[in-house]
């Protein structure tokens, strides 16, 4: 069975500085990822993906991740936060079938 | 853009109550969800539809029932609402296929009292 973990629940960073969000996930086949990111009040919306290819994948805001199949690991860094990073972030993993495993959630809180 | 939109943001029922909870997409998409947000368990599949009048069971569907009677339209049913039932609902919509992102709603945030 999949599975997906988001090491840390909350995350604070001061403003500017670089961050590192963490997903470990389990499968026994190969797995679609993604993070997704939730501001206040809002729905989730689609960060970046990783399909196949190129383990660095870039998405929106200056995000990126890469993909370790060695250590079934997803991790979402980016170099330089804005207090306006301030969300949930969740990573999912996706095989086949119709399922999207979703991690707990990760919050970042970005301090001036 | 790709809209999906929620009938209500906040609604408060009573227990025992029937609730309704509709979703609607713009975009033609096959696939449809209903997931229930809890703080610390992240999204938690409830049901999935992926054409008109078809539904799979997610991993809660205990207490929940759905109705797509249009392909643009997927409703999340609470029979008898519960307190246990008080969360935040995310419809999202996606293309079929693997690995089709989802778009999600801004979610329904319901308080069962």
């Known amino acids: 069975a999949q599975s997906v973990t988001q090491l840390d629940s909350q995350v604070p960073v001061f403003e500017e500085a670089p961050v590192e969000l963490r997903c470990n996930y389990s499968s026994s086949v190969s797995v679609y990822l993604f993070w997704y990111v939730q501001y206040p009040n809002q729905g989730l919306q689609l960060l970046l993906k990783?399909?196949?290819?190129?383990?660095l994948v870039k998405g929106i805001n200056g995000f990126e991740a890469e993909f370790n199949k060695s250590q079934t690991s997803f991790h979402l860094r980016k170099p330089s936060v804005h207090i306006s990073d301030t969300a949930e972030y969740f990573c999912?993993?996706?095989?086949?079938?119709?399922?999207?495993?979703f991690g707990a959630g990760t919050r970042l809180f970005v301090k001036a | 853009d790709v809209k999906v939109t929620q009938s209500s943001r906040y609604l408060v029922k009573r227990t025992g109550e029937k609730v309704f909870l509709e979703c609607v997409q713009d975009?033609?998409?096959?696939?449809m969800f209903w997931y229930r947000q809890d703080p610390g368990l992240g999204l938690r599949l409830i049901y999935f539809s992926y054409d008109v009048k078809m539904k799979e069971k997610g991993d809660i569907p205990e207490g929940y029932s759905v109705s797509r009677e249009k392909k643009e339209r997927f409703s999340l049913i609470l029979e008898s609402a519960s307190t246990n039932q008080t969360s935040m609902y995310l419809c999202a919509s996606s293309f079929a296929g693997t690995p089709n992102e989802q778009f999600f709603g801004p979610g329904t945030r319901l308080t069962v009292l």
């Open positions: 975009m033609d998409h096959e696939n």
């Open positions: 990783y399909l196949s290819g190129s383990t």
């Open positions: 999912a993993v996706r095989t086949g079938g119709f399922k999207t495993i």
